[in-house]
C-alpha cells in the first residue's frame, strides 16, 4: 500500500514545461526530472523558482567594469574569429580566457597594441595548434590580408613576452623534439631502434633552436634516407601534420649541422705519431 502510495504522488508532479509525468529519484543528486523532456527539477516542491538554470561564464563577451582598452580587444577577437569561421567554444573563447588572464601583457607592450589583428591572429594560431589543429598561418593570414612574416613576429613575441613574464599561459606542459618522435613517429614506424636513432641524432646536435615539431620529423626523415627506409616526407608530413617541405628543410638543416660535426671531430682528432726516420750521412775521407 505504502508503494502504491509513493506511485501515485509521483504521477500527480507534472512537469510546467511538457506536463509530463515527473520521477524522482533520477538525477545524480535525487533531483526530480520529467520523463518525457528530461528537465530537472531542484526541490521538492514543483514551482518556478526550483527550475535548475545554469549560466556558462563567457570570456569573449563584455562584462560590467572592463575597461574600454579589453573591450576593444574582445571586439577585434570576435571580428576576426568570424572571418576565419571559428567556432566560439572552444576556439575564441580560450582566446578570450587568455586575453582577460594576460590583460597586463597585452595592454602594456607597445609591439601587441600597434597591430593588434595581427597579434589576435597570432594569438589563434596558437590556440589551434593546442587543440591539434593544425591551421597553416599562411592560410590564416591570407585569409585576414595580413602579413605572413609579421605574424610570425608577433606570435615569438608573444610567447616570449609570456615565458619572462612567468605566467602559465600555457594550461599544458610544453613537449620537447623526444615526445614528439615517439608520438607521431611511432604511428608510421613500428622499430624503436630507428626513433632512438632520431632522437640521439638530435642529441649530438644540442640546442639549435626551432620548433621541436618541425625538428623532430627532420631527424626522422634524416634517419630514414641513411637506413634507406621507404618512407616519403609526405608520409612523414602527414603524421606530424605539417608540410612535406618543412621535413625536408629540417632534414637537411639537421644534416648539415651533422657534416659540420663530424669534419670538427676529424680535425680535432689526435694525429697518428709516425716514427721519425733518421738519416745518417756518410762522411768521406778526406784525400
Known amino acids: 500500500m505504502n508503494q502504491f502510495g509513493r506511485e501515485r504522488g509521483r504521477r500527480r508532479l507534472k512537469c510546467h514545461s511538457c506536463e509530463g509525468e515527473v520521477v524522482s529519484p533520477e538525477g545524480l543528486m535525487g ?14 516542491r514543483v514551482t518556478r523558482a526550483s527550475f535548475v538554470q545554469w549560466n556558462p561564464k563567457w570570456h569573449s563577451n563584455w562584462h560590467e567594469g572592463d575597461s574600454e582598452t579589453l573591450k576593444e580587444w574582445l571586439t577585434i577577437l570576435r571580428a576576426v574569429s568570424c572571418q576565419l569561421d571559428l567556432p566560439s567554444f572552444p576556439y575564441r573563447e580560450e582566446a578570450a580566457r587568455r586575453i582577460r588572464k594576460e590583460r597586463q601583457v597585452f595592454f602594456k607592450s607597445q609591439r601587441f597594441g600597434k597591430n593588434k589583428r595581427a597579434t589576435i591572429a597570432a594569438l589563434l594560431y596558437v590556440v589551434l595548434r593546442q587543440y591539434d589543429k593544425n591551421r597553416p598561418l599562411k592560410e590564416i593570414c591570407k585569409q585576414l590580408s595580413l602579413d605572413s612574416k609579421q605574424v610570425i613576429k608577433q606570435s615569438w613575441a608573444l610567447n616570449r613576452t609570456i615565458v619572462e613574464s612567468r605566467s602559465q599561459f600555457m594550461d599544458f606542459s610544453r613537449k620537447t623534439a623526444t615526445d614528439y618522435i615517439f608520438e607521431h613517429g611511432g604511428k608510421i614506424i613500428n622499430d624503436t631502434k630507428v626513433l632512438a636513432e632520431a632522437d640521439e641524432a638530435l642529441m649530438r646536435i644540442g640546442r639549435i633552436g626551432g620548433n621541436p615539431l618541425e625538428l623532430a620529423s627532420g631527424a626522422l626523415y634524416h634517419v630514414c634516407k641513411n637506413r634507406k627506409i621507404k618512407l616519403s616526407k609526405k608520409q612523414i608530413g602527414e603524421a606530424f601534420k605539417i608540410s612535406h617541405r618543412t621535413v625536408y628543410t629540417n632534414e637537411a638543416r639537421i644534416r648539415m649541422l651533422l657534416q659540420q660535426l663530424n669534419i670538427q671531430k676529424i680535425q680535432t682528432a689526435p694525429s697518428s705519431k709516425m716514427p721519425l726516420l733518421t738519416i745518417r750521412h756518410r762522411t768521406r775521407p778526406h784525400a
Open 31 to 44: 533531483e526530480r526530472v520529467c520523463s518525457v523532456c528530461g528537465l530537472v527539477l531542484g526541490g521538492t
